[in-house]
Each structure stands twice: as structure tokens, then as C-alpha cells.
């Protein structure tokens, strides 16, 4: 790949839109022939070059005649070269997530942020003896299933707890400050209470918000969500008024103008008017909100809660919490990526606004019981209170010690089989070496440590997260963007052989754009164009080892024009009351087969959901699933 035209660095969008050589194509500059530095129009470039790019004037009819994975990929990588860059991702993969590999489990169902890796369930058994022969081998590596921590009961109130906080362990108080660091929350500003899961955080929230002085709750969200359906009803419990943004039909965006009324109010006093709930984006569409929303209601007397569930990892670096600072914030946790989706909910107080709250139960709030390590423990160590030894982390070592870890693949990936393109020779600076920045980035951190005092008890190595902040926010938004961007484009070329191009998938919400989440809502449709269940879909898909989910869109609102379309496409979740009932509007929606792409996502990954669905071209597809299910002495799945 030849350099960059040094007089061509300055005409590059900041933010990294342009990722792609087709931007600096003629048809992306003007008149006169200068080229373009707008943002919108880099983005606006990357939608329709996506989609003119990739399979052009391409159909698929048949599972059958879908590019094979390495073919699928040199294109791939043709329309997103950078996408080579990111390979470190594939390298903490194969690395520290070998069960992805040995069980050929693609993992599309998972939100949140993890805490660990597969490799530290690990524990080698090496056999005790004085022999140091070199024909003596170590015993094979043992899976251990250890948790790392359990959760229990914290009892006391909540307003208490945050005005005066309580006894915790060193494990709690470590992990605690591990997170804060990790989404670049201050504990000047906010405080942080371990809950038993995303709900029970939304729940404590709505127990403890002043809803006598503050009526209103103002949610916006486009699918059903356990943890929202449990605020709104603690919250109208204790005399709130629950309200809801609604989003247009078939794009589903914002209906701004309904939400900018709601906000708005009627009253011009600055009175708090209530609780406003902003998840940044939908995580089951993908769609994105504009932050500008939270200025909105900050200025109008509304509180915020901005629910960081749906963001990637090192997102919240990138969200501007400085200039908005919400009220609460809410991100969950699990513990291990594609093995352990256990974990617990934290939510994040400002301390300002404790004086506000309510005196409520703590029914939700955990504490975190250390059980088994998976670090060094000094020999005088006890219970939850463990004094550990200052000393390096394993991943830290590992990854100071490798010169080859964020290095630019040369050859063929030996996990995937993928054929990646050499990437521009490095710089032989010894400074500017990837190995010596890792070193000086991890000394420097290390410094921190010390300085803040926190290894005095407890060191705790929490290596996803360590391998996020490696690998940065950038690189990671980068590589989902690329991803998502073409599992999309693809989905959309498979149509119904002989039926005059019918379209197998449904999607909805975003398409093909620049900044789309990394989730996509989608459903497959029949030759007929009935729908397949979406739950059928994803037993299917589990068959298949490719774990999805499926979730309710629903507050949709449809234009005039849509009318016809509205009542074809929404049913009721449940089958009760009456048209006019609110609460069967409330039930009217759309159910979705869903997919979400975690940092480790590949484009195996992406491939194989796409050969999954391609497979439903095939009319008796299904029928022959369910004899060969039945054959093998199995379940029968019910349709």
C-alpha cells in the first residue's frame, strides 16, 4: 500500500470518516476538483459506496451459490483495507478466547461489557518434581469453573448507602475503582453501588426518584425492555406519569417533534419536570440517538439517566460525559465473553443529586464475594480482605514480553483460514515499535497504580478489560463499523428464486450507515412472504452453533401513507383486551430476530450468519430441519 500524499492529510475528515481509498475518488470532490472535508458527506460516502461496492448488481437465490469465506473476504478487505489493521482483535481471539475456536461458536448474543477472559478460567497443572529434565512435559491445561466472584444480598438503604457508603471488601472496593477507570467516571463527581443486574439498577432508580415533587418519566426506547417495563411500573406505582418517544416508521428514528414536545412541556417555569431515561442507541436496531437530546432535557428541568447498556466497550471515552453529566448512569457487566453471562449491574449516582432521593430499600444492591482467585494470593491471605503481592499482571507480562502481539499480519490467519493483505512495513524506530509503546503505555499505567495507592491490597487482573484499553476506541468502533456494514449489505442481496426479486430479510431500523450501532433487528420471510418465527430462527441458529436472540419493537409510529403497512406488521405481543385499550397498544409491535456484535466479532463470524440465513431460500428448509431433528430421536421444534 503506497503512503498517503502528505498534501492530502490536511483535506482528512478528524473523526476518521474517510477509511476507505474510494473517498479520495473523483466522484468525492468538487467542481474544480478540491476535494471535500465535510464529515456528513465522508459518511454519506461510505453508505452508498458500501452498498455499490460490495456484490454489486448482485442477487443470491440460493444457499448454494453464496462466495465462499475466503473469497467473500479478499472483497471484503478490498472495500475496507483497514480492516488489516485491526487484526490485533483476531490475536486476543485466538489467544485469550480459545474456546470461540475449539467449539466453533459464533456468540451474537451478547450486551454488555466483559470483565474476563476464557484464559484466566484457565489453570495449569504442572507436576511437582525435583527432575528438571527436559524430557519431562507439563500435564495438559485443566478448565477450571470456578466464578471468580459471587454476588449476595446487601441490606440497609439506599439513600444511606450513598450518602455515607458501608463496609466493603478489598476485592469490592479494587474492582470498583478498576470500572471507574475503565468508563472514565470520576469518584469526585458520582457514586457507584454494585446491583444484582441492569434491572434491579433501573428499578432502584425509580424506587428512589422523587416522583411526588417530580411527576413525569420519559423513556425512549424502540423495542421491549425487562428493566424499562419494571421502572415504569415502580415508578407509576408511587405516582409517576410514564411516557414514551415514538419512532418512524421504517427507518425508526426519533419523532422528534413529538419528543421534542413532551420535553418541552407546557410550563415555562424551571421546575424539575421529571426523569429523563436515554439509552444513546437502540440495542437491539442499532439505531443511534443524537446527544443532543440529553442538552435538550437538561435544559428544559428534566434529570437524566443515560443508560450506557447498549454501548461497545471504551464508548463511554467518546461520549462526552464531561460536557453533559448525567444524573445516573447505568452499565452492566459479565463476567466472561462467550462462556459466562453472569455478572452484575453498577450504577453510577451523582453526588449532587443524592440529596434529592427518597428513603427506599436496597433491595437490588450487592455486595461481590471473592471466591477463588485467578492471581496471586500471599500466603497470610484470608476470606474477601486479600493482600496480594505488587507484581506485574500475566497479561501485562505477556504482552510487554511479545514483540509480535500488535504487530501487522503478514500471512495467513491460522484460526480462520483467511487470507489478510500485508500491511505498510513499520517504522524500525525502536520508540515507535509496537512492543516499546506497549511497554512504556503499561509502565506508565503501573505508575498510576502505585501512586494512587491501589495495589496496597489488591491488584485485581481483569484482562477483557485490559484488553480494551490496549486496544483502544477507535480501533474497536472501526472494526464493528466495517462488520455490520456488511452483514447488512449482504443480508439485503439474498431474494426468493423465481418470485421476481422478493426479499428474504426484513431489516429494521438503520441500514447501510456510517454510524449505525454494531446491532441489527432483522426477520426472514418465506417465498409467500409470511414470516418465519423469529424464536424458530434462533433454535435454528443455536443448531447451527450461532447464538442470536429476538426481541418487540414496538412504540412505531406510522405516517398516513403507512397505514395500509401498520396493519400488516404489528401484532400483539400478548392476546388480550381491546383496541382501544391503552394497554393493548402498548402491546402492538413487531417481534425481531436479533444479532450483536462484541469487540471480538470477525468476519467468520459475519459469513457464517449470512450462510445461516441464506439457508431459508431454500422452501423446505425448514420442514427438513424438523425430520432430521425427529430422526435424530430429539425434540421435536414447535412452529
Not at 72 to 85: A, C, L, M, N, W
Not at 262 to 277: E, Q, S, T, Y
Not at 546 to 575: C, M, N, P
Given at each position: ?6 498534501n ?6 478528524p ?7 474510494f473517498?479520495n ?7 474544480l476538483?478540491?476535494p471535500?472535508?465535510?464529515?456528513a458527506?465522508c ?7 458500501t452498498?455499490?461496492s ?8 440460493n444457499?448454494?451459490?453464496?462466495p ?10 478490498k ?5 488489516s ?16 475456536i475449539a ?8 450486551i ?8 484466566q478460567?484457565q489453570?495449569?497443572?504442572v ?17 477450571s469453573?470456578?466464578?471468580l ?5 446487601r441490606?440497609?438503604?439506599?439513600k444511606?448507602?450513598?450518602?455515607h457508603?458501608?463496609?466493603?471488601s ?14 472514565n467516571?470520576s469518584?469526585?463527581d ?5 446491583t444484582?443486574n441492569?434491572?434491579?439498577a ?12 417530580c ?7 424502540d423495542?421491549?425492555s ?7 411500573s415502580s415508578s407509576?406505582k408511587?405516582g ?8 418512524k416508521?421504517s ?7 413529538k419528543l421534542?414536545k ?11 419536570r ?6 444513546i442507541?437502540?440495542?437491539v436496531?442499532?439505531?443511534?440517538y443524537?446527544?443532543l437530546?440529553m442538552s ?8 437524566v ?9 471504551k ?12 444524573d445516573?448512569?447505568i ?12 455478572g ?9 443529586v443524592?440529596?434529592?432521593l427518597?428513603d ?26 486479600i493482600?496480594?503481592e505488587?507484581?506485574?499482571?500475566r497479561?501485562?507480562?505477556?504482552l ?16 480462520s483460514?483467511l ?11 525502536p ?5 516499546e509503546?506497549?511497554h ?6 503501573q ?9 496496597e ?9 485490559d484488553?480494551?484499553?490496549?486496544l483502544?476506541?477507535i ?18 442481496k ?5 418470485t ?13 450507515k456510517f ?5 441489527l ?5 418465506d417465498?409467500?412472504g ?6 424458530l430462527?434462533?433454535r ?7 447464538s442470536?436472540?429476538?426481541?418487540f ?9 403507512y ?15 381491546q ?16 444479532a ?6 470477525n468476519?467468520?463470524d ?11 431460500l431454500d422452501?423446505?428448509f425448514?420442514?427438513?430441519?424438523r425430520?432430521?431433528?425427529?430422526a435424530?430421536n ?6
Amino acid at each position: 500500500m503506497p503512503s498517503p500524499d502528505p498534501n492530502e492529510a490536511s483535506h482528512k475528515c478528524p473523526q476518521g470518516c474517510c477509511p476507505s481509498p474510494f473517498f479520495n475518488s473523483p466522484a468525492s470532490q468538487g467542481e474544480l476538483g478540491k476535494p471535500r472535508n465535510s464529515c456528513a458527506e465522508c459518511r454519506h460516502r461510505f453508505a452508498t459506496e458500501t452498498a455499490s461496492s460490495i456484490f454489486p448488481n448482485t442477487q443470491f437465490t440460493n444457499h448454494e451459490s453464496l462466495p465462499s469465506l475466503q473469497d467473500s473476504f479478499s472483497e471484503f478487505i478490498k472495500v475496507y483495507p483497514q480492516y488489516s489493521e485491526t487484526e490485533q482483535v483476531d490475536q486476543v481471539r485466538a489467544k485469550e478466547y480459545s474456546h470461540l475456536i475449539a467449539s466453533d461458536h459464533t456468540c451474537l448474543d451478547y450486551i454488555g461489557i466483559g470483565l474476563f477472559s476464557y484464559s484466566q478460567l484457565q489453570r495449569l497443572d504442572v507436576s511437582k518434581t525435583q527432575d528438571s529434565s527436559p524430557s519431562i512435559s507439563k500435564a495438559p491445561p485443566e478448565y477450571s469453573d470456578f466464578p471468580l466472584f459471587s454476588i449476595s444480598s446487601r441490606t440497609g438503604n439506599i439513600k444511606t448507602l450513598l450518602l455515607h457508603g458501608g463496609p466493603e471488601s478489598a476485592f469490592e472496593s479494587a474492582l470498583r475503582k478498576r470500572i471507574m477507570s475503565f468508563l472514565n467516571v470520576s469518584d469526585n463527581d458520582y457514586f457507584m453501588l454494585f446491583t444484582a443486574n441492569r434491572t434491579a439498577a433501573f428499578k432502584l432508580v425509580a424506587e428512589s426518584y422523587p416522583f411526588q415533587a417530580c411527576r413525569k418519566l420519559l423513556t425512549v426506547y424502540d423495542h421491549e425492555s425487562e428493566a424499562i417495563e419494571t421502572m415504569i411500573s415502580s415508578s407509576e406505582k408511587r405516582g409517576a406519569k410514564a411516557m414514551s418517544a415514538e419512532f418512524k416508521w421504517s427507518r425508526l428514528r426519533i419523532q422528534s417533534a413529538k419528543l421534542r414536545k413532551m420535553i418541552a412541556g407546557r410550563r415555562k417555569k424551571k421546575k424539575k419536570r421529571g426523569l429523563f431515561v436515554f439509552p444513546i442507541h437502540s440495542r437491539v436496531t442499532g439505531a443511534r440517538y443524537p446527544y443532543l437530546w440529553m442538552s435538550i432535557a437538561q435544559e428544559n428541568g428534566w434529570h437524566v439517566l443515560v443508560d450506557a447498556c447498549a454501548l461497545g466497550p471504551k464508548e463511554m471515552d467518546s461520549f462526552g460525559l464531561s460536557l453533559f453529566r448525567p444524573d445516573f448512569i447505568i452499565c452492566p457487566f459479565y463476567k466472561v465473553f462467550g462462556e459466562n453471562p453472569s455478572g452484575f449491574g453498577c450504577l453510577f449516582v451523582k453526588k449532587s443529586v443524592i440529596s434529592i432521593l427518597e428513603d427506599s430499600s436496597s433491595a437490588g444492591i450487592v455486595n461481590l464475594v471473592a471466591e477463588r482467585q485467578p492471581f496471586q494470593v500471599s500466603d497470610d491471605s484470608s476470606g474477601t480482605d486479600i493482600k496480594l503481592e505488587k507484581k506485574p499482571s500475566r497479561l501485562q507480562e505477556e504482552l510487554a514480553s511479545s514483540s509480535s502481539f500488535f504487530s501487522k499480519i503478514t500471512k495467513v490467519g491460522e484460526s480462520s483460514g483467511l487470507q489478510r493483505t500485508k500491511a505498510p512495513e513499520e517504522s524500525k524506530s525502536p520508540k515507535s515499535s509496537a512492543s516499546e509503546e506497549m511497554h512504556d503505555a503499561i509502565e506508565s499505567q503501573q505508575e498510576r497504580k502505585a501512586k494512587d495507592g491501589e495495589d496496597e491490597y489488591l491488584d485485581i487482573e481483569c484482562r477483557c478489560l485490559d484488553q480494551v484499553d490496549l486496544l483502544g476506541p477507535i480501533l474497536i468502533t472501526n472494526r464493528a463499523r466495517y462488520l455490520i456494514n456488511w452483514l447488512v449489505n449482504s443480508l439485503l442481496k439474498l431474494k426468493h428464486p423465481k418470485t421476481e426479486g422478493v426479499p428474504l430479510v426484513k431489516i429494521y431500523g438503520p441500514k447501510i450507515k456510517f454510524d449505525r450501532g454494531p446491532a441489527l433487528a432483522f426477520n426472514v420471510f418465506d417465498w409467500k412472504g409470511e414470516k418465519v418465527e423469529p424464536v424458530l430462527v434462533q433454535r435454528l441458529a443455536d443448531r447451527s452453533n450461532i447464538s442470536l436472540s429476538y426481541g418487540f419493537l414496538h412504540h412505531i409510529w406510522f405516517a398516513d401513507k403507512y397505514a395500509e403497512e401498520k396493519r400488516r406488521v404489528q401484532h400483539t405481543k400478548e392476546s388480550r383486551g381491546q383496541e382501544g385499550n391503552k394497554k393493548y397498544r402498548d402491546n402492538l409491535g413487531i417481534t425481531v430476530v436479533t444479532a450483536a456484535l462484541g469487540f471480538l466479532a470477525n468476519f467468520e463470524d459475519m459469513h457464517k450468519l449470512w450462510a445461516f440465513v441464506a439457508r431459508f431460500l431454500d422452501a423446505d428448509f425448514v420442514e427438513k430441519e424438523r425430520w432430521r431433528y425427529t430422526a435424530l430421536n430429539q425434540k421435536t421444534i414447535e412452529i
